[in-house]
């Protein structure tokens, strides 16, 4: 089955240092993988997709087939990134564009 | 454009008690999405629709009911409200297979049940 595994529940940063989110997934054929993230009292918005190989709010994320993995970067963090990170996955072909969710990181950066 | 509404925004039920759970989009997209947001679990899908009249369960769907019949509207319906039920259901839509999966969230229900 398909299984998307961030294995950070919290993950703390001071100003300007340099942050990586983890992100594993299961998953046979062609998936597509996203980034998304929930700011405090705002809606869950879409960060980035593999596909479009962009850097976004300074957020990069490289797809990674041999080691099954989506790690999302920035080289310096800002106090406006802590928020909520979720890695999500989509099957390829006929999948209606059904999102599977990880358990999601908190990032918090410190002053 | 309001995008993705939902409604309420927070509820308390009874155990045994039914709702319906209100979900409206304005951007005239085909696929709609109903997740539930468990602490430390992540989304989880409960049940999707890519039209009008056409719906499928997802995840976990026991417990849930939902319909759809119009492109605007995908309410979930809980008919016998169980405490497992605590969560925070959101909403989704998105254009569909021909765009990039890019999902448009609404802001959330916060449901408790007691």
């Known amino acids: 089955a398909q299984r998307v595994t961030q294995p950070e529940k919290l993950l703390s940063v001071f100003k300007g240092a340099p942050v990586e989110l983890k992100c594993n997934y299961s998953y046979s054929g062609s998936p597509e993988l996203f980034w998304y993230v929930q700011y405090s009292r705002q809606r869950l918005q879409l960060l980035l997709r593999h596909i479009s190989r962009e850097s976004i709010k300074g957020f990069t994320a490289d797809l990674n087939k041999g080691e099954t993995s989506f790690h999302l970067k920035k080289p310096f963090a800002q106090e406006e990134d802590s928020a909520m990170y979720y890695c999500?996955?989509?099957?390829?072909?006929?999948?209606?564009?059904?999102?599977?969710f990880g358990q999601g990181t908190i990032l918090t950066v410190h002053p | 454009n309001a995008g993705v509404t939902q409604t309420p925004k927070f509820r308390i039920l009874k155990i045994g008690q039914s709702m319906t759970l209100q979900c409206t989009q304005d951007?005239?997209?085909?696929?709609m999405y109903w997740y539930r947001q468990d602490p430390g679990m992540g989304l989880k899908l409960i049940y999707y629709?890519?039209?009008?009249?056409?719906?499928d369960k997802g995840e976990v769907p026991n417990g849930y009911n939902v319909s759809r019949s119009t492109t605007e509207d995908f309410p979930l319906r809980l008919e016998l409200a169980a405490p497992s039920q605590t969560s925070v259901y959101f909403c989704a839509s998105s254009y569909g297979d021909s765009h990039p999966y890019e999902q448009y969230f609404g802001p959330g229900t916060r449901l408790t049940v007691t």
């Open positions: 951007m005239n997209h085909n696929y």
């Open positions: 999500a996955v989509v099957a390829g072909g006929t999948s209606y564009g059904k999102l599977t």
């Open positions: 629709s890519v039209g009008a009249g056409i719906t």
